[in-house]
């Protein structure tokens, strides 16, 4: 959530491990970023420090992509709609005056040649539902179908974020092993991607480069963010966009006229990070249809996820990490206390700054930058996303104590997606309509003037800051509240490291659903995928989703190896 919840196309996209989980600030550095650079800093440290591997991105988070096919009749019970000619389909709405529709059409990018069966189209709702006469806003969606004869019902992702965009990762998705059993289907949310209008920000994109190209208290350059969100804002309501009508809620309503579009009698919901919000809303308003919820990585709805919480959590993760290689001999031995090599490292560049020069690869334009000490632990809570990054961060923190620089301009590449891979109005307008009433702007002061060091982190988006200019309307209290049990079957799961959705909020929500809750000692952020015995439970719940899960492997599950 917040800055950089974004995402990495899905881990199970191919055939390897995840390693760029989604919901933060990845989004770019594993590839598909429509602009911002997209080397992955994180990826090419560990590839350096661990022999050359290749390094996969998949999903966690952030956000998720797919394609609109035919779903197969076999598991879903639903019809095609076709490939030819483009259909349209009406939808019962709650504006009776403006019909839902759904139109088939070309797909937004390239789809690549394979043995997968790919349509695309446009969902046309009303930009806002509590408004008559709303205009009409449109969204693209993808539909990939299963190579089996008989698949099984289908999955539609839950893009992460919020904000990130889903179907630019269609060349991707295509490899996805959840194709021999499954159809796919994902959509651009309101606001993002080839969905239109886009909520773009490039006015916030500037100002972020700015920032890291600044030796400036983070705050300073939080200050001129948050001036841009303002320029950004004002632009966006000259052109007529109802920022009141880009809520998770209008988000799961979408999501329930989607499927009654596209014919599909019920379905397999899959939701990580800021798409755990969308699954819940779903859940609590649009039970039905809802053949199985997997709640990865969750967003607790009583959450703020305001910059407090995400330095909050930040720190927590960088705890977890410390003692688990102070319980691991080598690790131990080779380089004593994590968080003081960290605070050793980030000491050496504030006293002297890196300088390098980054590649905007959307349009080849090149930014200076300048790496501190803030940024060096943003670049950490970037690599706790992930297991194999999370390996190599005591490597790449001895190696810049050591005043070793080279590495440094590799974490730079992964600066910039991290926090301007998202659609920004999508992202702010989501976050301040549904939780700006939970934001605590004095406490998060208060720890910020403890924590300087964490300001990269806070003030790249700090909801506390940017909600009151922002200036949309809270959803109803409800929406906060936190989930009653349930009859739809749920599984919640969470990663020991993960840095911004820690595990205990996943577990509440598991026990106010009354659903079982697995934790990975081998994740970050996104669960579901580091490990074969996650992802062959997720294929098992989803094949019985009222069956008794056999969760015996969870235990045989090894923790992190780190260093």
């Avoid at 194709?179 to 209008?197: E, M, N, T, Y």
């Avoid at 930040?314 to 994590?338: M, N, P």
């Avoid at 990663?495 to 996943?506: E, H, L, R, W, Y």
Wanted: with cysteine.
């Amino acid at each position: 959530m917040g800055a950089g919840a974004g995402g990495c196309a899905p881990w199970w996209a191919g055939a390897g491990v995840s390693t760029c989980a989604w919901g933060s600030v990845r989004r770019g550095a594993c590839g598909g970023a429509r602009r911002g650079v997209r080397v992955g800093v994180w990826g090419a440290i560990a590839s350096s420090l661990m022999g050359n591997r290749k390094i996969r991105c998949l999903l966690a988070a952030s956000a998720v992509v797919a394609v609109i096919a035919g779903c197969s009749s076999s598991g879903s019970g639903a019809k095609s709609p076709g490939t030819t000619s483009a259909s349209t389909v009406d939808v019962t709405t709650t504006l009776p005056e403006k019909p839902v529709t759904y139109t088939e059409g070309a797909c937004p990018v390239p789809v690549p040649d394979s043995k997968v069966k790919v349509t695309c189209g446009t969902l046309t709702v009303p930009e806002n539902r509590l408004v008559a006469n709303s205009p009409t806003i449109e969204l693209a969606v993808a539909w990939m179908h299963s190579t089996a004869a008989h698949p099984l019902a289908p999955v539609v992702e839950l893009g992460g974020g919020p904000g990130f965009p889903s179907i630019e990762k269609l060349p991707s998705l295509v490899k996805s092993k959840l194709l021999a059993s499954h159809d796919l289907i994902v959509w651009d949310q309101r606001g993002i991607g080839f969905s239109k209008p886009n909520l773009d920000c490039p006015e916030y994109a500037k100002a972020v480069f700015a920032m890291l190209n600044s030796t400036e208290a983070p705050s300073v350059g939080g200050a001129h963010i948050a001036t841009a969100v303002q320029a950004c804002h004002e632009r966006l309501v000259a052109e007529h966009i109802d920022l009141d009508g880009f809520t998770t809620t209008q988000n799961a309503d979408d999501l329930a006229d989607l499927r009654v579009a596209l014919k599909i009698p019920e379905w397999n919901l899959h939701a990580g990070s800021y798409g755990t919000a969308v699954g819940l809303e779903e859940l609590r308003t649009h039970p039905e249809g809802i053949r199985s919820l997997l709640l990865d990585s969750v967003v607790p709805p009583d959450k703020a996820l305001g910059a407090l919480d995400r330095v909050q959590s930040a720190q927590r993760a960088f705890d977890v990490l410390a003692a688990t290689c102070a319980a691991q001999a080598a690790c131990k031995a080779k380089y004593g206390d994590i968080e003081a090599l960290l605070a050793k490292a980030a000491k050496a560049l504030d006293d002297d700054p890196y300088h390098t020069v980054v590649t905007d690869d959307s349009d080849g334009t090149k930014h200076d930058m300048t790496i501190t000490g803030d940024d060096l632990y943003a670049g950490i809570f970037q690599a706790m996303y992930s297991p194999d990054y999370i390996k190599a961060i005591p490597a790449a923190l001895q190696q810049i104590a050591d005043g070793q620089r080279g590495i440094i301009g590799t974490l730079a590449s992964s600066a910039v997606p991290l926090a301007t891979g998202s659609s920004t109005g999508m992202m702010l307008s989501i976050n301040c309509s549904d939780r700006q009433r939970l934001l605590d702007k004095p406490a998060f002061d208060r720890y910020m003037a403890k924590h300087p060091q964490m300001g990269t982190i806070a003030y790249l988006a700090a909801s506390e800051d940017l909600c009151p200019g922002w200036g949309v309307t809270s959803v109803p209290a409800a929406f906060n509240a936190m989930p009653k049990p349930t009859k739809v079957p749920v599984l919640v799961t969470a990663g020991t490291f993960d840095p911004i959705t820690p595990p205990a909020g996943s577990k509440r929500v598991a026990r106010a659903l009354g659903a079982p809750f697995l934790e990975f000692a081998d994740a970050g952020h996104g669960a579901v995928g580091p490990s074969q015995c996650s992802f062959d439970i997720w294929l098992a719940f989803m094949a019985d989703p009222t069956a008794k899960l056999d969760t015996s492997c969870v235990a045989r599950v090894p923790t992190l190896t780190i260093g």
